[in-house]
């Protein structure tokens, strides 16, 4: 228990770093330890406790490095010198970014010996932690039913003591079935290791680049003034709605739109740039990439080609410019919007290199029913 007055705050300290020592051997040298939402809670005790101890020290007695995610630590390699001269190090990964269920949620899905329990949180304090008798007040809990309360409810011989520990164990265990499993899983049906990536998306992109990439070419931006302007012609957060009011409305669930799109031709390695010089328009039918263009919209309200704004993106009516896929422009072209190209950078056309790879787990989407051991 992580409590504020300075002496709880020492001892609680001290057992950190009893902790740490305690794996700092020989033994578990190299050894990976997955934290289940460590970025988010525990890192912060253990990072903080560490880089004291260096501080008080007056010398670096833990060496750390740490990997960083959107403010988020995923990985800490902590490494200390033993008294032989020789190095040890562990290394802490974060497995919420690999499987990003709670732990409650995960434990029931993979079917495991070990679930996630019930905890009163809310119960702990200093004057608590000795205390047997009635099970907390279900108030205490988070995220528990009434039928979930009722098989742990006991009258006189309930310890926080000993309900910490089991909860404690079960957490461990129950996190250590679950990676167990997906490590089994990932090995025999995609030959790939839990520990190849931080993330899931690292561990995909591992299975593309090793059994689907082959010998296609991607092409690499490497000029600032290309990359630049084709970054303009990328949006993100495009949630309008082109109708605000009505009756009798359904609404559906898009399946595996990106995927989706990714089947589609795409950007080869040849690219050339392209200006209108004269009053003539660039024959948007023989174009393949990002251009500029100006647009004028149609009576309809459509809501297609965004631009950007200080207040994020909107969809104007009427007369305006902005850069975009040709894609895009063609498909607003066909729905009645005036485009006149001035300028953009033309790309060859290929197939799409993610086609197998995403029909081949697609299939394997289609076919599941949740984790299946």
């Not at 902790?19 to 990072?47: E, R, W």
């Not at 004291?52 to 750390?64: F, Q």
Request: charged residues 20%.
């Amino acid at each position: 228990f992580y409590l504020t007055d300075n002496s709880t705050q020492l001892n609680s300290d001290m057992l950190i770093i009893d902790c740490i020592n305690s794996m700092l051997i020989p033994k578990y040298h190299n050894f990976y330890f997955y934290i289940h939402n460590m970025g988010k809670f525990d890192i912060a005790f253990i990072y903080k406790t560490l880089t004291d101890y260096n501080l008080i020290s007056n010398m670096e007695y833990y060496k750390l490095q740490s990997t960083y995610k959107n403010g988020k630590m995923l990985r800490l390699v902590i490494k200390r010198k033993l008294a032989n001269n020789k190095t040890i190090k562990i290394t802490f990964i974060d497995s919420f970014n690999i499987l990003s269920g709670s732990l409650k949620t995960l434990t029931n899905e993979f079917n495991v010996k070990y679930y996630k329990g019930n905890f009163p949180h809310n119960f702990v304090n200093e004057s608590t932690l000795n205390y047997v008798g009635e099970t907390p007040n279900i108030n205490f809990f988070n995220e528990i039913t009434v039928l979930e309360y009722n098989k742990i409810y006991s009258k006189n011989n309930w310890s926080l003591r000993e309900e910490s520990i089991k909860y404690l164990k079960n957490d461990i265990l129950g996190l250590l079935e679950v990676l167990d499993q997906f490590r089994q899983y990932l090995f025999i049906n995609h030959n790939i290791d839990l520990t190849e990536g931080l993330t899931i998306s690292r561990l995909a992109l591992n299975k593309f680049l090793n059994f689907y990439l082959n010998d296609s070419k991607i092409p690499l931006i490497n000029k600032m003034n290309i990359f630049n302007f084709i970054y303009l012609g990328y949006y993100g957060g495009r949630t309008e709605v082109l109708k605000p009011h009505g009756k009798n409305l359904f609404y559906y669930d898009v399946n595996s739109l990106y995927p989706k799109a990714a089947l589609n031709d795409m950007p080869g390695v040849d690219v050339t740039y392209i200006q209108n010089l004269t009053e003539n328009n660039l024959n948007l039918d023989n174009l393949f990439g990002v251009f500029r263009a100006k647009i004028k919209t149609n009576e309809n309200y459509l809501g297609l080609l965004p631009i950007r704004t200080n207040l994020g993106l909107i969809f104007p009516k009427g007369v305006y410019e902005g850069v975009w896929t040709t894609v895009e422009l063609k498909y607003a072209r066909d729905n009645g919007y005036v485009v006149n190209v001035i300028e953009g950078y033309n790309f060859n056309k290929v197939p799409s290199y993610f086609k197998n790879y995403i029909l081949s787990l697609y299939d394997l989407k289609s076919k599941s029913f949740g984790f299946e051991r």
